[in-house]
């Protein structure tokens, strides 16, 4: 947020949004997500896997947990996005995250990045 803002130089809704976005990938990803945020706003991150992104630590998500796990990283994209604009505000947020509905029938071990970026629009 601290970055947007130096931008900016304005505090609104949409750095709440940012905020929420990074620290849901840092919750995925188990440490900050500074370098995947640049590399989200350059073409080489239609190739990052979401598999590779998340906390290598832990298990891959279970076949209960993986819609769970791609939804939250597409509600994040969507909320890092670089232009605030095209973020969504707290409330879609809600609604998202509420309503569980996001399916893909992609297998999980093949989903990219971008493609939640689609999945979310």
Known sequence: MLLLLAYTMEVTDKCDVYSFGVLAFEVLM???PGDLILTLHSSTAQNIMLKDALDQRLSPPSAQTTDEVILVAAIALACIRANPQ??????DVYQKLSSHRLCTLEPFQTITLCHLNDLHS
């Not at 095209?86 to 409330?91: A, D, E, L, T």
Request: hydrophobic share 10%; no cysteine.
């Open 86 to 91: 095209s973020r969504p505000n707290m409330r």
């Open 30 to 32: 188990g440490k900050h």
